[in-house]
């Protein structure tokens, strides 16, 4: 199986996605916007199915949250999953949720020993329910979650591990979280298993707050910058297994050639990555 680059389907992107498949290779679909929806979008999800490979990716089940993943949301993905056969679903590592209160936000919960064993528990219901694990997704986060004893790639690595999911590595999350703290990105990759790594997303962001005390706010509504493709780049030379690259963009649409453009630099770069790779091992 070779990488394969593809976007997040968006209904402001439909047609240019849908005029353009020769030059994607995948969609990523929100679950949740086809949960308890008319069966008239199902039957259309299917259709997409049908002329694309298609993966679904879930934001409301919260499996790092303190209490259980509510089995409605479980249900929802684990019937959706059944009807379109997606190549394979998704979740955030995020807190959002506690005390009966949805706070309607992927929220970094304290990396904790605890919190793992809490977010264990939930990928162990789910996977259950839906017949096959998630994989899951770093987030990006604009405070260090207090309470904290363990770092990010310490967590994310030991959550993993444990788990036995696969990882969605999000670059720009990477990048954001990165900067806003003051790390090094390419040290964050060094402490993963880039083995677990199976997919990946790309985004772009803007700065905000004033100067001095600036945060990288991870909005999905701008360009993949620079740096991500870098990082893209290194993940591509340090693992042997195939990834699906997915570009997310929530507004602010551009033109679809854009896009693609967007599309074809994410290719360069898991193309020079397999380069090194191969130069190394020669």
Known sequence: MKDRVGLGWRPELAA??????ARIDIVEVIADDYFGAPHRMRRSLKTLAAQVPVTLHGVA???ASSVRVPHKLVDHMARLVGEVQPEFWSEHLAFVRGDGIEIGHLTA???????IEGTLKNLDIARAAVGMAPHVENIATLIDPPGSTLSEPEWLAETI???KCDLLLDLHNVHANAANFGQSPAGFLEALPLDRVSTIHLAGGKWIGPEGSRRLLDDH???VPDPVYTLLETVAARTMR???VILERDGEYPEIESLLSQLDRARAALARGRAQSAALAA
């Not at 240019?16 to 498949?21: E, P, V």
């Not at 919960?109 to 919190?115: D, F, Q, Y």
Request: net charge positive; hydrophobic share 45%; proline share 12%.
């Open 16 to 21: 240019g996605i849908l005029a353009n498949l």
């Open 61 to 63: 089940l919260g499996m």
């Open 109 to 115: 919960p304290p990396r904790t020993l605890r919190t």
């Open 161 to 163: 591990r444990a788990a």
């Open 221 to 223: 509504l701008h360009d």
């Open 242 to 244: 195939p990834l699906t």
